[in-house]
């Protein structure tokens, strides 16, 4: 059964350094998602990519986060510089994209910012 | 804006049936779902169900919406220790748009 691959699972950082993460999204997904899940919090976007286009970056900040997705495949988040806040878990989703699609999660990235 | 609300916390005993709620604010919202989320994992799609629909049934799970009263819920049937976990409710208002979460019930299954 196809996937979304995450990397790193695990990150440990002190502030003020730079982090990324990469994700897969499952073949033939055209959308791919970012979010944020705070410990004890339901996740919250930060990012939506529809093939390369970013599609809504409102809840992203923009100050210190940047995400890409150059070939509309694979997508890496950036953090520079890490505050103590980031910490929690980063997902990404997929979708196929139209009516009624549903959107398939990673297994996520933890990060620990001390 | 829109808002997610469920119960933060429900314990059962194994072999009992789970039910775990969840209201939405957004009488446009057109698909709803249920994510479980076991520790330190990413999410795993349980079951959906559009807003054309009143009842989805799957194997032991059985999704009921309340279009009136914006109320959503999902029962598990012959709850098992397996089943504990972390669920979420989460809606969007259209195809191609983000997910909008609940905080999350975590379900407490003691045998």
């Known amino acids: 059964e196809a996937e979304v691959a995450q990397s790193p699972r695990y990150k440990i950082t002190e502030k003020s350094q730079a982090v990324a993460f990469w994700c897969d999204p499952i073949?033939?997904?055209?959308?791919l998602y970012w979010y944020r899940q705070i410990l004890g919090q339901g996740p919250e976007l930060l990012v939506q990519?529809?093939?390369?286009?970013?599609?809504?970056d409102s809840q992203l900040p923009k100050d210190r986060f940047s995400a890409e997705r150059l070939k509309g495949v694979d997508s890496t988040l950036k953090i520079q510089p890490a505050e103590l806040g980031d910490s929690a878990m980063y997902l990404c989703?997929?979708?196929?994209?139209?009516?009624?699609?549903?959107?398939?999660f990673g297994p996520g990235t933890r990060l620990l910012v001390l | 804006g829109e808002d997610v609300e469920q119960s933060l916390f429900l314990s059962v005993r194994e072999g009992d049936s789970s039910v775990i709620n969840c209201t939405y604010t957004?009488?446009?919202?057109?698909?709803l779902y249920w994510y479980k989320q076991e520790p330190g994992a990413g999410l795993q799609l349980l079951t959906y169900?559009?807003?054309?629909?009143d009842m989805k049934q799957d194997q032991r799970l059985t999704v009921l919406l309340n279009k009136k009263d914006k109320h959503l819920s999902l029962r598990i049937a012959d709850t098992q220790t397996g089943d504990s976990a972390i669920y979420f409710c989460?809606?969007?208002?259209?195809?191609?748009?983000?997910?909008?979460f609940g905080k999350g019930t975590t379900l407490s299954v003691s045998s």
């Open positions: 989703a997929s979708s196929l994209g139209g009516a009624g699609e549903t959107q398939y």
């Open positions: 073949s033939g997904h055209a959308t």
């Open positions: 990519f529809q093939d390369e286009s970013v599609v809504d």
């Open positions: 957004d009488s446009s919202s057109t698909y």
């Open positions: 169900i559009f807003s054309n629909m």
């Open positions: 989460a809606e969007k208002e259209q195809a191609g748009t983000a997910l909008i």
